[in-house]
T-cell receptor, first 111, second 113 residues
């Protein structure tokens, strides 16, 4: 059974701080890793994808992947109240079309 | 931009009714998915389709069936709706590659009374 684990939170950070969201996965042959953001009452939307070890930056967002330790993280710099949402980690194994989702971490950015 | 359209944003049905949830994507994607999302349980896969007329059961297929007669359309059918099927239903699609992200529709909040 493939598992993706996330702390449900809520993670509360002040505006302007760095928010750090973490995700661990069980399947060692996982190849593709995604972070989706879901606002309350809305559907998930992709914000980052990462496929190789190391960091990938896109604006205020940085995804970090460590396959040896089987974790992937998302850093949000200069957090804004508009970043308040649930963040879903998703993992795809090699050769699979079906991602395994974590249950999500709720992030609250307070002014 | 890819668009995944779900036919209804809110639906209210009665126990025992047959319910159809429709999903259409406009990017010629091979893969389509139906999920339900409940508080504290995350996204759970109901059915997956990788081609026209092809389908695979997900984690919770009981009480549901699907139809994919055309590539762009994937329908979820509740043969006899029950109150425990009250949930948010999300359709998604992805292209044929194995590293592809999902594009989600806006969701259908179904209430079964």
């Amino acid at each position: 059974q493939k598992e993706v684990e996330q702390n449900s939170g809520p993670l509360s950070v002040p505006e302007g701080a760095i928010a750090s969201l973490n995700c661990t996965y069980s399947d060692r042959v996982s190849q593709s890793f995604f972070w989706y953001r879901q606002y309350s009452g809305k559907s998930p939307e992709l914000i980052m994808s990462i496929y190789s070890n190391g960091d990938k930056e896109d604006g205020r967002f940085t995804a970090q992947l460590n396959k040896a330790s089987q974790y992937v993280s998302l850093l949000i710099r200069d957090s804004q109240p508009s970043d308040s949402a649930t963040y879903l980690c998703a993992v795809l194994s090699g050769g699979s079309y079906i991602p395994t989702f974590g249950r999500g971490t709720s992030l609250i950015v307070h002014p | 931009d890819v668009k995944v359209t779900q036919s209804s944003r809110y639906l209210v049905k009665r126990t025992g009714e047959k319910v159809f949830l429709e999903c259409v994507q406009d990017m010629d994607h091979e893969n389509m998915f139906w999920y339900r999302q409940d508080p504290g349980l995350g996204l759970r896969l109901i059915y997956f389709s990788y081609d026209v007329k092809m389908k695979e059961k997900g984690d919770i297929p009981e009480g549901y069936s699907v139809s994919r007669e055309k590539k762009e359309r994937f329908s979820l059918i509740l043969e006899s709706a029950s109150t425990n099927q009250t949930s948010m239903y999300l359709c998604a699609s992805s292209s044929g590659g194995t590293n592809e992200k999902l594009f989600f529709g806006s969701g259908t909040q179904l209430s079964v009374l």
